[in-house]
């Protein structure tokens, strides 16, 4: 037998290692597909479920009431900001769209799924893209709330996202041709990233990324002087937001030094939440937390993260679906009262989408840690992410264990307001989103089944098109019920926070 024969055996005799996640519990090894069959895949997702039949908005049986589902959820937020919550929801129906998370994603439950998965934002609306800095000071669009991630069907992400932008359209004041147009745009320009990624080398989809500047550059032509201008401010902001900044809006001089200023109920520093005990209380539990979360960072991060001491602590409200989460800002100082690092330690629930999943296609081996799965999935998804990413689980001082994942409270990020955009401005938004969210379904899914489930017609946009209209008649009558509530007293609420 020939040398090389003996190896061939040895190797075919010899099982394919197990690999370990990051708690090290052994997960199957990876089956390499060949992208013949991995177009296969794709043909027989799309013989199974038709794209043109994503058209069809099927909806639960027994349908929970869209209250219920809040009042469900504030259970486990804490009470006094809960009308703070039902008072941004009730701004329009995009804002109760934007906290309506969990009623989409138990109608998204009812319908068939194409069979193909991929890491998904969980809430891929409009409002959650954005620019951020990457380590190397790059300004990048990317999505930028991971807060409900989880591996599931790759369209229940394209279907949020297409039912934003009619949303947001109509309170814009957009005629449903305008919006009709908007959603095609963006769903042709996911169908059509999809296909370049499917071409693309593995590194290479790895790296891809939307750069600012570059983008910039690309859309000039699209591009007319309001928009340049407008462009060039939104960068200069990005740039100038970071600690720095937020060291001179969200601080003060104190008899004990710099401190963060209260803005109750928006935010509201520890001395003036809890009493003395108290408030000793809860900076040591926030010390342990910030200790035990530096495990979770590389070791090089880790020294650059001691080099920073504790300040002061603070309650925050964030967001719209987030608010009444525990959410808290933490103010450390480095060399001197010039070298501020603000974080943010924002509680993790479990995602709107566990228990929605198709068995089939959930993850096999799901972090146990749900701050473990935020920042899991956000470095999945994010060409690049906040250094201080990071997660721990702890007991809080009412006894209770929570998850909690960690980032950085401002590095240069900025979004778009979209409620402000014209038809022009929304559409090419919206393609820059459709071209991001196939690059982060790209970097998990199998890219070349997607792209051959998609195919190169306009089957999927259309049917997108047509979803999001009959879901955005849902959202009007779910928000109708929503007001409904508030006026007769069922929900409580507090407006202009």
């Not at 895949?41 to 794209?51: E, I, S, V």
């Not at 769903?187 to 500047?213: E, K, Q, S």
Request: hydrophobic share 40%; with cysteine.
């Amino acid at each position: 037998m020939s040398a090389r024969s003996t190896l061939v055996k040895a190797a075919t005799a010899v099982p394919a290692p197990r690999r370990a996640d990051a708690n090290g519990r052994s997960t199957p090894p990876v089956r390499h597909l060949a992208p013949t069959e991995r177009a296969r895949r794709g043909l027989a997702a799309r013989a199974a479920l038709p794209p043109r039949e994503q058209a069809h908005l099927v909806m639960p049986t027994n349908r929970p009431d869209p209250v219920s589902l809040l009042e469900q959820q504030a259970l486990t937020r804490v009470p006094e900001l809960v009308p703070v919550r039902h008072g941004r929801m009730m701004a329009s129906p995009f804002t109760f769209f934007r906290g309506n998370a969990l009623g989409m994603a138990t109608d998204l439950a009812a319908a068939p799924v194409s069979g193909l998965a991929a890491q998904l934002c969980g809430d891929a609306h409009l409002s959650n893209f954005g620019v951020f800095g990457s380590p190397e000071r790059r300004l990048l669009f990317d999505l930028n709330d991971f807060d409900e991630t989880t591996v599931g069907p790759w369209e229940w992400d394209v279907k949020r996202l297409a039912v934003s932008i009619a949303v947001a359209g109509r309170d814009n004041g957009f005629s449903r041709k305008e919006r009709r147009k908007c959603v095609l745009e963006t769903v042709r320009r996911y169908r059509d990233a999809t296909a370049d990624f499917a071409a693309m080398r593995t590194l290479d989809v790895w790296y891809a990324r939307a750069d600012i500047d570059e983008l910039q550059e690309t859309l000039s032509g699209k591009l007319n002087a309001r928009r340049r201008k407008n462009w060039d401010q939104a960068k200069v902001k990005a740039r100038g937001s970071g600690s720095l900044k937020a060291f001179g809006k969200l601080t003060e001089i104190t008899d004990d030094g710099v401190r963060i200023k209260a803005d109750p109920p928006l935010i509201v520093p520890a001395a003036d939440l809890l009493p003395d005990a108290g408030r000793e209380e809860l900076e040591t539990q926030m010390k342990l937390l910030l200790n035990l979360y530096r495990r979770s960072l590389p070791h090089e991060l880790r020294a650059l993260f001691d080099q920073f001491e504790f300040i002061d602590i603070a309650r925050k409200v964030v967001g719209v679906g987030s608010v009444g989460t525990r959410c808290w800002i933490v103010l450390l100082r480095g060399r001197d009262d010039g070298d501020p690092l603000f974080l943010q330690v924002k509680e993790a629930g479990p995602s709107v989408l566990k228990g929605n999943v198709p068995s089939a296609l959930k993850q096999r081996s799901a972090p146990r840690n749900e701050g473990e799965r935020v920042v899991v999935g956000q470095r999945l998804m994010q060409a690049a992410s906040d250094i201080f990413l990071g997660w721990q689980r702890v007991e809080g001082i009412d006894g209770q264990v929570r998850d909690f994942y960690v980032r950085q409270l401002r590095d240069m990020k900025f979004s778009l307001p979209v409620e402000t955009m014209d038809l022009r401005g929304m559409t090419m938004y919206g393609q820059v989103c459709g071209w991001t969210l196939a690059r982060a379904h790209a970097r998990s899914g199998d890219r070349i089944a997607l792209a051959t489930y998609l195919n190169s017609d306009d089957a999927f946009p259309e049917a997108m098109a047509e979803y999001a209209e009959a879901y955005a008649d849902q959202n009007e009558r779910d928000y109708q019920v929503f007001r409904d509530a508030i006026k007769s007293g069922r929900l409580a609420c507090e407006s202009g926070l």
